[in-house]
């Protein structure tokens, strides 16, 4: 039986290359690009997470698990109500009367029991500051606030020595007349 020929491998020639230096040699500008994209990547992230940080909040970055905020429910205001006071003003231009109601507003029922108890003391405290008062000083919008700060001025004062000083925040004119 014949045999067929085994196939005779062909002779490469010194001209031709291997395969694997035919490919095309990466390029230097395919790299600085892709070194670019990165960079830009990694610059938009860590922008993306400073502005999640100042946003969100610095202590639940700073951790890694968000904080539970604690916030207290708001008190309700306490008020204690004043009965109306009537005093003869300094003269300018004849006798001239203040009618004044005012409110208290104070931090909690303990130093709403305080004034209470302290309640002569506060209103002679009032009534000595605003017979001390000039009608055109009292007449505007400016006058009355500055009235309102000295009346807590005068009322945070303690009322017994070596006392603590009371706490109150506001004063609001509930009526006002001067005649």
Known sequence: MATA???????????????EEIAPVPQKKSRKKLW?????GLLLAAGGGGAAWFFLGHEAASDGAPKAVKHEPA??????????????????TGEQYLQVALTL?????????????????????????????KASEILTEDGKKKLADEIVTQLKLPF??????????????????IQ
């Open 5 to 19: 020929p085994k196939s005779v491998p062909k002779a490469v020639s010194k001209t031709s290359a291997p395969v």
């Open 36 to 40: 670019l994209l990165i960079i830009i």
């Open 105 to 133: 507003q104070v931090a909690d029922q303990p130093q709403v029991d305080l004034i209470k108890l302290y309640m002569p003391i506060v209103r002679s405290r009032l009534l000595l500051l605003l017979s001390n008062k």
């Open 75 to 92: 008190k309700p205001p306490v008020f204690v109500v004043m009965e109306p006071f009537t005093v003869n003003l300094l003269h300018e």
């Open 160 to 177: 017994a020595p070596n006392a603590e000083p009371q706490k109150i925040s506001s004063v609001f004119f509930t009526s006002f007349v």
